[in-house]
């Protein structure tokens, strides 16, 4: 609870003191893809922490189903790569609409980040096999360091990176052992979600299946060390960087994004 509590003020003073506003998402209309009807929901800058609350209230059954929030999605596969077995980490940020067919939406995004993988073995969680010993990983010296591909972003998209940047930065003031270095440009892709990791953790653009608004895949070995993460925001939403005129926060999604891989 401190570190949710440091998360919120944290989250307030990055770039440049940007509002820390958790949005009543009751009052709000579903959300809507860009091109749509007006009314998009904003999401506010501690929807990591929106997502937790849903989470631990209970999911589904604890609200009403007109109501949308934002859902986790995660599984483990193994893979096998010039001779060494590795563990891939794939997790989801998904609007669930309150449509009831979120299940659908959840299994379809999955399936779909599975067909990536060649010879994908899925880990069933509390099964230990040769192939998944580990359910966590760990990053050298508690750190990563990121670069940022802005390539297929919104067009219309301003200060990303600094936005990027500052939800990086969040997570080494919010008392958790870990911090990012980094940020710089970069024309590496995300291959990490692909089957093709490169060595470099890369934030990037890139079309995701349903409602998802952004997916991160991590690899770690069988020491439980992570090698890569790469994260991929979906370009087809609203994305917005200012404190006013909401749409879909992108400071919001990535303070959680960057939040999976250090806690």
Not at 202 to 227: E, H, K, P
Request: aromatic share 10%; hydrophobic share 40%.
């Amino acid at each position: 609870m401190a570190l949710l509590a440091e998360l919120r003020r944290a989250s307030g003073r990055a770039a440049g003191g940007r509002r820390a506003n958790i949005v009543d998402q009751r009052t709000r209309a579903p959300y809507r893809r860009l091109g749509g009807p007006p009314g998009l929901v904003a999401l506010a800058v501690a929807a990591w922490l929106a997502a937790a609350a849903f989470l631990a209230h209970g999911g589904p059954a604890a609200r009403a189903e007109s109501q949308p929030v934002f859902r986790d999605q995660h599984f483990e596969f193994t893979v096998e790569r010039n001779g060494q077995a590795y563990t891939v980490r794939i997790e989801h940020l998904i609007v669930d609409d309150g449509s009831g067919g979120f299940d659908a939406v959840a299994a379809s995004a999955k399936s779909e980040a599975l067909s990536r993988f060649a010879g994908a073995t899925e880990a069933v969680p509390g099964e230990v096999t040769a192939q998944f010993t580990r359910a966590s990983y760990s990053w050298p010296a508690n750190t990563a360091a990121w670069r940022y591909n802005s390539a297929h972003k919104l067009s219309s998209l301003t200060d990303d990176a600094s936005v990027l940047g500052a939800a990086a930065a969040t997570w080494g003031k919010a008392g958790a052992n870990f911090s990012y270095t980094g940020g710089a440009a970069t024309t590496d892709g995300t291959g990490a979600c692909h089957d093709v990791p490169d060595g470099s953790n890369t934030v990037g653009w890139a079309s995701q299946t349903g409602t998802t608004l952004a997916s991160t895949c991590t690899w770690y070995d069988n020491r439980g060390g992570a090698i890569e993460f790469d994260m991929e925001i979906d370009p087809e939403w609203g994305w917005t960087t200012s404190t006013t005129n909401i749409g879909v926060d992108l400071q919001s999604v990535t303070l959680h994004e960057f939040g999976l891989r250090s806690v």
